[in-house]
């Protein structure tokens, strides 16, 4: 599967890469797969910039953007930082953020890791939810 996370107990993140083509088949059994991650941190950081093509339609981001918002209803105060590689998958991850808009999930697209990180590190302390 060219998806991939890990979960870095210690640090409070998850971290997801891409590698290769991501199929739409793939994004689906990704967000099933952290939806029914136990304890999942509420920091998390998906780095589509490294070799990542995502060529799916706009119906695809809707219905993962719904799957993983279902969730969302737990995790109040969440971070969850996109980078993006290109202007494509920008746009991409754009329109993710904006059927996402309404959760309990704060997002924000990047076109830099260190400042996606930088973003994400600027957080409150574990348990407090602003």
């Given at each position: ?60 981001v809707r219905a993962v953007a719904g799957l993983l918002s279902r969730e969302d209803v737990n995790r109040p105060g969440s971070r969850l930082a ?49």
């Amino acid at each position: 599967m060219p998806l991939h996370f890990r979960i870095d107990r210690e640090a409070e993140i998850v971290w997801t890469w891409a590698e290769g083509t991501v199929t739409a088949d793939d994004l689906v059994e990704h967000a099933r797969a952290l939806t029914k991650t136990p304890d999942r941190p509420r920091w998390e950081l998906a780095d589509f910039s490294d070799r990542a093509e995502i060529p799916v339609a706009t119906e695809t981001v809707r219905a993962v953007a719904g799957l993983l918002s279902r969730e969302d209803v737990n995790r109040p105060g969440s971070r969850l930082a996109l980078v993006a590689g290109n202007e494509a998958m920008f746009g991409m991850l754009r329109l993710f953020e904006a059927y996402r808009e309404h959760s309990n999930v704060e997002i924000c697209v990047f076109r830099d890791r260190e400042e996606a990180l930088r973003w994400l590190a600027d957080r409150p302390p574990a348990g407090d939810v602003r």
